[in-house]
């Protein structure tokens, strides 16, 4: 007699999803309060928004060689006879002949297609939003989300952000040779000749591989070799130092004024209601 039972198919050969952020990527690092798909589309809105600024991209402006469009209007406008008889014949043999130099001009290039230039990165931890963006400023771009958010209302669910300028897997050695690099680049002399204060920001989740203990040393002893005279600031630090380790990978970057822009909060501040004083009779 036959078994009606229903067999159990264990599917081992589906491919596997990426389940944490890749090495060798930049981008913002988001935390959010549930609804990921919600304020996913909340990031990508202000991200294509501060992209058009030109003080944040670092796309190059489209030369005259890149519009074939505009080139064949040229052409055409050039090439309108002033006999009005065959004038439509012309301007279509114009555009034509531009076309075809446009194509013979770059050849086997045919459609291009507009690269994206936010893409997001799975992290495999809940509440939690990478989006890797191309030709960008991380750190300014950051900067102005922070102050156009806290300024008027812009986001439901997202709440803070994180410009990663640095993403690999959990090596401390690894980590040790970015934090020496990030560290050189950012605490030097400024006009004064002062150097900024400093602070260290550390967070992990989903990883108990890394202690907050040996990043601190870390950062220590780079300064003390890089910057001895440098000072640390734990209310209004000039620079902020973060490490967020998500999953297998690590994220190194750099927040300017962290505390005095409310720890990158992408939320306005919240004005109290006036309570009427209470007169005592």
């Known amino acids: 007699m036959g078994d009606n039972r229903k067999r159990k198919h264990n599917h081992w050969n589906q491919k596997v999803k990426q389940k944490s952020v890749e090495a060798g990527v930049t981008g913002l690092f988001f935390s959010c309060e549930g609804h990921e798909k919600q304020a996913l589309q909340e990031a990508y809105s202000i991200i294509d928004e501060l992209l058009e600024d030109p003080t944040v991209s670092t796309l190059a402006e489209p030369s005259a060689e890149a519009a074939p469009e505009a080139n064949a209007s040229l052409v055409a406008s050039e090439a309108k006879p002033e006999d009005g008889d065959d004038s439509d014949e012309d301007i279509a043999d114009a555009l034509k002949k531009a076309c075809d130099d446009e194509r013979q001009a770059k050849p086997g290039k045919g ?26 400023k991380i750190e300014l ?15 439901r669910y997202l709440q803070r952000v994180y410009p990663v ?32 204060t400093y602070s260290v920001e550390f967070k992990a989740r989903n990883n108990d591989s890394v202690a907050r203990n040996s990043v601190l040393q870390m950062v220590d002893d780079a300064i003390s070799v890089l910057a001895p005279t440098a000072r640390v600031n734990l209310n209004h630090a000039d620079v902020t130092f973060f490490v967020q380790v998500s999953r297998t990978t690590i ?11 409310r720890k990158y909060s992408l939320r306005p501040v919240k004005v109290a209601a006036d309570v009427p004083a209470v007169v005592a009779e």
């Open 141 to 155: 771009l950051a900067e102005k989300m922070v102050d156009l958010t806290q300024k008027t209302p812009r986001c």
């Open 111 to 136: 459609f291009v297609k507009k690269e994206r230039r936010c893409i997001q990165r799975p992290t495999g931890v809940k509440n939690c939003i990478f989006v890797s963006v191309k030709n960008a």
């Open 251 to 261: 994220m190194v970057g750099v927040c300017r004024q962290f505390y005095d822009r």
């Open 165 to 196: 300028e640095h993403t690999m897997p959990v090596d401390l050695s690894k980590m040790n040779e970015v934090l020496m690099k990030v560290i050189s680049d950012t605490l030097k002399p400024g006009e004064d000749g002062k150097l900024p």
